[in-house]
């Protein structure tokens, strides 16, 4: 039997990527295949669900396939590139360096050393996958070939087999008009700029309203901090930061939602913009990275963000009800085309190539620079 492996960096309850391994590894054991996903860490409560990465070197064989989830530099990576397996890369993005200097020099370093890794796996992987035609350009521009776009495999059904959090319907049931934002809290994403259009929308639309920021900070102390003074300093009330929380916990702030907000600067693909339709919240979102392709022409979109007319906008989206009704009709569209994909029989064909019984030379086996075959060059960098 055929072995598909994953490798990720960790495996982390209620993350997107986590959650696209596991469906993943689904679709590719019921295909036929020996599928289990490689890991350097996890969480305590899914340690059954995968295996320990210096377990992967017993399982690499030269027919071995392994999709590759490239989202940080690591201990992955480097389990990931010098394996002697048939490798795809499958390619998350890696937010820019620059937006975490500030506040977290080493996961700057982080992104930094994983941008220059992902232009090192260019000449070693077979193929090149991405979940947005924007990441894709970006493998495109860092040498990868054959390059192609697979959607971020979700269980969009899962989402409502978890009943809502009584406790969160308590507390922030219908007493306030509530805008939601669901997320990391990392300066890519602009809290900062959620605070300020909030700040106006409050003073000047509507009192009675709450922001609901729903979003892991952990790692994010110093931004976080700056955050809490910020809101402070702009005399806001009733701006709550939930720290992370659980499935029940997340579809219940969905359910409280009256808009979703987000002003993000960089998004290599967005999955709350889809779980926000999906829970039939209107979604307000600024055109950045992958949102206007996540979105596939449905809710709003912001080319400008000045706060003035952040609040302008929402208080049309929330008084206006045929202007929600049409937001609401679009996204309902547009889940609907989500849920029509057979991402299984997607995953299979993107594969396709590297299934194939008859194993033919991979970049591993590259010309050397004086001629001479059957060796690999590695790339000036340490992996």
């Known amino acids: 039997m055929k072995a598909v492996h994953q490798l990720l960096a960790s495996l982390s309850y209620g993350d997107a990527i986590s959650n696209e391994a596991l469906v ?61 397996h048939r490798l795809a890369v499958l390619y998350h993005n890696i937010t820019p360096a620059s937006w975490f200097a500030t506040f977290h020099p080493h996961l700057a370093r982080l992104c930094h050393d994983g941008r220059r890794e992902l232009a090192a796996f260019a000449s070693r992987a077979e193929l090149g996958l991405a979940d947005s035609e924007y990441n894709r350009r970006e493998l495109e521009q860092a040498g990868y070939a054959p390059t192609a776009v697979l959607p971020v495999v979700l269980d969009l059904e899962s989402y409502r087999r978890v009943p809502p959090a009584p406790i969160v319907r308590k507390l922030y049931g219908a007493d306030r008009r509530n805008i939601v934002f669901v997320g990391r809290i990392i300066p890519s994403k602009r809290i900062e700029d959620l605070l300020r259009a909030f700040a106006v929308f409050q003073r000047h639309v509507d009192r009675r309203s709450r922001l609901l920021i729903v979003g892991d900070y952990r790692g994010q102390e110093r931004y976080f901090t700056r955050l809490v003074q910020m809101s402070a300093a702009l005399k806001l009330r009733d701006v709550v930061f939930t720290g992370r929380v659980e499935d029940d916990e997340r579809r219940a702030y969905y359910e409280a939602a009256d808009v979703f907000l987000g002003l993000s600067e960089h998004e290599g693909f967005c999955v709350p913009l889809l779980e926000a339709m999906v829970y039939d919240v209107p979604v307000v979102a600024f055109d950045a990275g992958a949102v206007r392709e996540t979105l596939g022409g449905a809710g709003v979109l912001l080319t400008h963000k000045s706060p003035e007319l952040v609040a302008e906008l929402l208080g049309r989206v929330l008084g206006d009800a045929a202007l929600r009704a049409s937001i609401l009709r679009g996204q309902r569209e547009a889940i609907a085309r989500w849920k029509a994909m057979d991402f299984g029989a997607l995953l299979l064909e993107r594969l396709g190539p590297l299934l194939t019984e008859n194993h033919k030379d991979t970049k591993t086996t590259k010309d050397t620079k004086d001629g001479s075959e059957g060796s690999h060059v590695a790339p000036k960098i340490s992996l």
């Open 24 to 84: 993943a590894r689904g679709h590719l054991r019921r295909a036929g295949f020996r599928s289990e996903i490689f890991t350097y860490e996890c969480e305590a409560r899914l340690r059954h669900e995968v295996r320990p990465l210096e377990a992967y070197e017993a399982e690499a064989t030269p027919d071995t396939v392994c999709l590759f989830h490239f989202s940080i530099g690591g201990p992955a990576s480097r389990a990931a590139y010098h394996a002697p």
